[in-house]
């Protein structure tokens, strides 16, 4: 199995320890932390790590989101909120069953949590291929951050438990690192070309990417896209009809 617990901005070493500790619980070996705002290796977050130690002192550290998942084929990100359009929400059990059946071949995967203030912002969501939001109360609906883990995790278990012998979809989406190569290039000949301007350009490209998201683009298709752009680029300098 290939899944990342991903941590972004993490403020709480109590909380890092806590989902180290819950790695432990339902075998993750993988616990990346994104710019964590705390010292991860402190004396407060081996105390929750309990036996989980071993997962703080080899969590993988990343400049930012897109760096932490650009090896992972299927990542599904967790949200209290969606202030724009992006990707549709979804339940946990069926959005989790999509990243457990992803993880099951070599291809990586990662389940994606935000900032305990104020979670993921809209750009880091469009990075996921499925988004999903617990059901809470609506008088008060912010999760402590290890307990949407501690959930998550334990929704993850159940699809292991329930589908081990189902074989595996493994589908052969591309990965994120690939997508966004992808994406870098077709922002750079829209802006050429005049097709984006510079003010506008985020909030086109966010719609660009949410829907190659809804897509689930395959390695080929990639390729083709990336292929295909870069050709017009070439041409549009060469001012080639």
């Given at each position: 199995?290939?899944?990342?617990?991903?941590?972004?901005?993490?403020?709480?070493?109590?909380?890092?320890?806590?989902?180290?500790?819950?790695?432990?619980?339902?075998?993750?070996?993988?616990?990346?932390?994104?710019?964590?705002?705390?010292?991860?290796?402190?004396?407060?977050?081996?105390?929750?790590?309990?036996?989980?130690?071993?997962?703080?002192?080899?969590?993988?550290?990343?400049?930012?989101?897109?760096?932490?998942?650009?090896?992972?084929?299927?990542?599904?990100?967790?949200?209290?909120?969606?202030?724009?359009?992006?990707?549709?929400?979804?339940?946990?059990?069926?959005?989790?069953?999509?990243?457990?059946?992803?993880?099951?071949?070599?291809?990586g995967a990662a389940l994606v949590f935000g900032r305990e203030d104020r979670g993921l912002s809209?750009?880091?969501?469009?990075?996921?291929?499925?988004?999903?939001?617990?059901?809470?109360?609506?008088?008060?609906?912010?999760?402590?951050?290890?307990?949407?883990?501690?959930?998550?995790?334990?929704?993850?278990?159940?699809?292991?438990?329930?589908?081990?012998?189902?074989?595996?979809?493994?589908?052969?989406?591309?990965?994120?690192?690939?997508?966004?190569?992808?994406?870098?290039?077709?922002?750079?000949?829209?802006?050429?070309?005049?097709?984006?301007?510079?003010?506008?350009?985020?909030?086109?490209?966010?719609?660009?990417?949410?829907?190659?998201?809804?897509?689930?683009?395959q390695e080929p298709e990639v390729a083709l896209l990336r292929g295909m752009v870069r050709q017009?680029?070439?041409?549009?300098?060469?001012?080639?009809?």
């Amino acid at each position: 199995m290939s899944l990342a617990v991903v941590l972004v901005e993490p403020a709480g070493p109590l909380n890092v320890g806590s989902v180290a500790r819950l790695c432990a619980n339902f075998a993750i070996d993988q616990l990346r932390l994104v710019a964590p705002r705390c010292d991860h290796l402190g004396a407060e977050a081996r105390q929750m790590a309990v036996h989980g130690e071993a997962l703080l002192e080899q969590a993988q550290l990343y400049p930012d989101l897109a760096a932490a998942i650009a090896d992972c084929q299927r990542v599904v990100a967790t949200s209290g909120r969606i202030e724009t359009e992006s990707l549709p929400l979804s339940e946990p059990a069926p959005a989790l069953r999509w990243l457990w059946q992803g993880s099951r071949g070599d291809a990586g995967a990662a389940l994606v949590f935000g900032r305990e203030d104020r979670g993921l912002s809209n750009a880091e969501l469009l990075q996921a291929g499925r988004l999903v939001r617990l059901a809470t109360s609506e008088a008060y609906a912010s999760l402590n951050l290890s307990h949407a883990v501690a959930i998550c995790l334990h929704e993850l278990q159940a699809c292991r438990t329930t589908e081990r012998t189902e074989p595996a979809d493994l589908g052969n989406l591309c990965e994120r690192g690939a997508l966004e190569a992808t994406l870098a290039d077709a922002e750079a000949l829209l802006l050429e070309v005049g097709f984006l301007y510079p003010h506008t350009a985020a909030a086109r490209m966010a719609k660009l990417r949410a829907l190659l998201q809804r897509a689930q683009v395959q390695e080929p298709e990639v390729a083709l896209l990336r292929g295909m752009v870069r050709q017009l680029r070439w041409a549009a300098r060469q001012g080639t009809p």
